[in-house]
């Protein structure tokens, strides 16, 4: 049987519905409704009573804080014109007895003066831990310097094959330190080298406590060159940039850090190379493989080669100390050093 169009089966439904409620007697839509309003009533008989507590609650809280504001504002007061009072006092020079005394058993006058005094106490308590630690920390201060003394006095001074520079070729190499690496090893090893040739030493005073320490390269800076003096911080850099470089390569003193850029054609056509120099060169090959840019980066090279939280950079050192160690002997190393010059040149 087809059923007609137009005419779908929900909607059917939905006419049928709607004449059966037609047909339904007229005492049924009341008795709905008086069901309705008896369950909001028996809801409202029920939570009502939580819902007016919630209220009252919040509205207390509102009431205590505004209370507790107000009671803040005027222990503040309170406390300023107090605090006022104790700092006249103690110009004039009352005693805590006696303020206490003239509060005579105010409990906010008493509070604001505890609070008062409790500051001050702890004020005097603070300076004097100061003037007790002074002399205490430049005891231990002192102490640690003469064992820093004895430890260096202990290895010895540093020494170099190189002569001390002039003031002409210091000033020569500092206008060429950005041309390339090898410019900013060398104006870092001269630095180096030239605090082998200025006194250093520690100035003790005549109980023998170290009191400070002589000018050493900053003294000859000021002296010879103060144009570098201005620049003092950029020159230590460059020193502790060819001193990392020479631990590195593993150079021992008195070889400075400008071996490593030696000639290898000359040294190995005139005379024959050190074993040592010639490792260390290879070393520094290694180090400005993959290093481009400005000797900034040259320096951030070598202090994360020389960090020993870089695991993994410092095993890559070892592993090339290791290899030039066994490649590297008596009877190869003019073979190196050439090898290594033809490497220069290319690069």
């Not at 006095?153 to 500092?174: I, Q, V």
């Amino acid at each position: 049987m087809q059923r007609k169009k137009g005419n779908s089966g929900i909607g059917h439904n939905r006419k049928v519905s709607f004449a059966k409620t037609a047909a339904m007697p007229e005492t049924f839509v009341p008795s709905v409704c008086a069901g309705a309003a008896d369950g909001v009533s028996a809801w409202l008989a029920r939570y009502e009573p939580v819902e007016r507590e919630i209220i009252e609650a919040h509205e207390r809280r509102l009431a205590n804080r505004a209370r507790r504001e107000k009671a803040a504002r005027a222990f503040g007061d309170l406390c300023e014109a107090t605090e006022g009072f104790a700092v006249v006092w103690r110009r004039d020079g009352w005693g805590a007895r006696d303020m206490v005394r003239w509060a005579d058993g105010d409990v906010l006058t008493l509070m604001a003066l505890a609070r008062w005094l409790r500051t001050d106490t702890a004020r005097f308590i603070d300076h004097a831990q100061s003037r007790l630690r002074r002399p205490l920390y430049y005891a231990r201060e002192r102490a640690r310097r003469e064992t820093l003394a004895r430890e260096r006095r202990r290895t010895g001074g540093r020494r170099t094959t190189s002569p001390c520079p002039t003031r002409e070729e210091m000033l020569e190499a500092w206008c060429h330190r950005r041309d390339s690496h090898a410019a900013a090893v060398r104006f870092g090893s001269m630095v180096h080298d030239l605090e082998c040739y200025v006194d250093n030493s520690l100035l003790r005073d005549g109980s023998g406590a170290i009191v400070g320490r002589r000018g050493g390269v900053k003294a000859w800076l000021q002296e010879n060159i103060p144009a570098l003096h201005l620049r003092y911080t950029t020159v230590m850099r460059y020193k502790a940039m060819a001193k990392k470089l020479r631990q590195v390569t593993g150079l021992a003193d008195p070889v400075p850090a400008a071996a490593v850029l030696a000639e290898p054609a000359r040294a190995c056509g005139r005379q024959e190379p050190d074993l040592e120099v010639a490792r260390a060169r290879a070393v520094w090959l290694e180090v400005v493989d993959g290093v481009r840019g400005s000797t900034t980066a040259l320096m951030e090279r070598l202090d994360v080669l020389t960090n020993p939280e870089m695991v993994e950079e410092a095993h890559m050192l070892a592993g090339w100390k290791a290899k030039y160690e066994n490649e590297i002997t008596v009877r190869t190393k003019c073979r190196w050093w050439k090898r290594m010059a033809r490497k220069r040149e290319v690069g």
